[in-house]
């Protein structure tokens, strides 16, 4: 398997475009079974979940309505930094609605369940998370995420919508920072 390079850093490749392509859709029938009926409102965090939102709507067998939300939580590097900041809030109210959030990747949590909770406090009628990635061994909550294509130990991962340093998130696959 090649490695990449970015900036200083040096991934090999861990789940490849395939792969994740057929989990999204295995994902996808299983929303749209549980869906049925429904009309939810997918509220998709920024940056890193505009591909796998991209993606996972185009299999969707209903025409949800799609907003986006940007959350500050990271700096830059590749360790959490505990703070949280709404750079960009949701343009319509989630009042009464059935809210499927979309993440590239759940790692402590934190950012998941602050939007859980404020989406609860702001009147959705359920919250649920679906995530490309869960890193279990790093969550701090007792509810793991409803929804996820691949639990992932914990190893910093790139593509597929998740950056270095801003950086790579066009790569069709997710690699990890090599040792
Ligand atoms: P949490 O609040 O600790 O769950 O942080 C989740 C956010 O941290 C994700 O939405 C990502 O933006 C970022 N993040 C966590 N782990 C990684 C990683 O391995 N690569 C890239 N970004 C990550
Ligand atoms: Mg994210």
């Known amino acids: 398997m090649k490695d990449i ?10 789940l490849s475009e395939e792969n994740i392509q057929a989990r999204i859709a295995d994902l996808a029938r299983q929303i749209n079974r549980d869906y049925a009926g429904k009309d939810p409102l997918i509220v998709s965090v920024l940056n890193g979940a505009f591909i796998f939102t991209a993606d996972l ?5 209903f025409d949800p309505e799609i907003q986006f939300v940007r959350l500050s939580s990271y700096h830059g590097g590749t360790k959490s930094s505990g703070q949280m900041r ?8 989630p009042e009464g609605r059935d809210v499927l959030i979309v993440e590239d990747i759940v790692d ?5 369940d602050w939007l859980r909770r404020d989406l ?6 359920s919250v649920k998370i679906a995530s490309l990635l869960f890193k279990h061994e790093m969550y701090q909550f ?18 597929y919508g998740l950056d270095y340093a801003e950086r790579g998130r066009n790569l069709r696959a997710i690699y990890s920072l090599k040792p």
């Open 5 to 14: 390079r970015i900036l200083d850093k040096v991934f090999e490749e861990y």
């Open 57 to 61: 709507a185009r299999h969707l067998n």
């Open 86 to 93: 709404v750079l960009l809030d949701l343009s319509n109210s």
């Open 108 to 112: 402590t949590g934190r950012t998941l």
């Open 120 to 125: 609860m406090v702001k009147g959705a009628n």
């Open 142 to 159: 007792p509810e793991p995420p409803e929804y996820f294509c691949f639990k992932i130990p914990n190893a910093f991962v790139v593509g």
